[in-house]
């Protein structure tokens, strides 16, 4: 078991871009959640799906974020354009009914400048 | 609404000493009630959960929570720190669904 994988760890964009983070969650894991943490907001939940389905997005801060997943391995957060107050670690987790919470990964740091 | 209190910021224990973390929730039910562990730079570590049962619950690393209806607390504790114990501490409540997460307690440990 590979656990959750988050690509890229870090990125670094300048103001304006666009960026793309990535999650594989684990295989089996019908529910996915896309977290951002902060300094000064702590753990904020953002979105999540329940097989491949957008449950619940009322933490997305704006239009300017989006996520997909367009199948049960793989999931997309979209910030478009980014903003200096986006800087943050993203994380991923997953989890099943019934078993041992969620499951997280290491994250992306995103810095934009 | 559910939410999560962690009312301590920062704690230092000495290693070797015991330690308690204080977790109090707001909930509609008995909810399902997490600790987790986040070293500097890494993700989220489940330490243990509660969802029915005995009201105190082993988890990895030797620590232990206990599960206060009355008290809506979930504290955690540990017997004896380690200084590889130092990290963030989170208190997590909610349905596998949807977690809300305490601010957190980062915990030092001093020689």
């Known amino acids: 078991d590979a656990g959750v994988i988050q690509s890229p760890r870090h990125e670094v964009t300048e103001m304006g871009q666009e960026v793309t983070l990535r999650c594989k969650p684990i295989?089996?894991?019908?529910?996915l959640f896309w977290y951002r943490q902060t300094m000064m907001r702590g753990l904020e939940l953002l979105i999540y799906?329940?097989?491949?389905?957008?449950?619940?997005d009322s933490g997305m801060p704006e239009d300017r974020f989006s996520a997909k997943m367009p199948n049960a391995s793989f999931s997309t957060l979209k910030i478009q354009p980014s903003e200096p107050r986006d800087s943050a670690v993203y994380f991923c987790?997953?989890?099943?009914?019934?078993?041992?919470?969620?499951?997280f990964g290491s994250g992306t740091r995103l810095t934009v400048v | 609404a559910q939410s999560v209190t962690q009312p301590d910021i920062h704690i230092t224990v000495s290693e070797g000493a015991s330690l308690e973390l204080r977790c109090n929730y707001s909930?509609?039910?008995?909810?399902?009630l997490f600790w987790y562990v986040q070293s500097p730079g890494q993700g989220l570590q489940l330490l243990l959960k509660?969802?029915?049962?005995?009201?105190l619950v082993q988890g990895i690393k030797g620590f232990e929570a206990e599960f206060k209806r009355s008290q809506s607390s979930f504290n955690l504790r540990k017997p004896s720190v380690h200084w590889s114990d130092a990290a963030e501490y989170f208190c997590?409540?909610?349905?596998?669904?949807?977690?809300?997460f305490g601010t957190g307690t980062r915990l030092l440990v001093s020689p």
């Open positions: 987790a997953s989890s099943r009914p019934g078993t041992d919470g969620y499951t």
């Open positions: 295989s089996g894991h019908n529910s």
């Open positions: 799906f329940n097989n491949n389905v957008p449950i619940d």
């Open positions: 909930y509609g039910a008995t909810p399902y």
């Open positions: 509660y969802f029915s049962g005995d009201t």
């Open positions: 997590a409540v909610g349905t596998f669904q949807k977690l809300v």
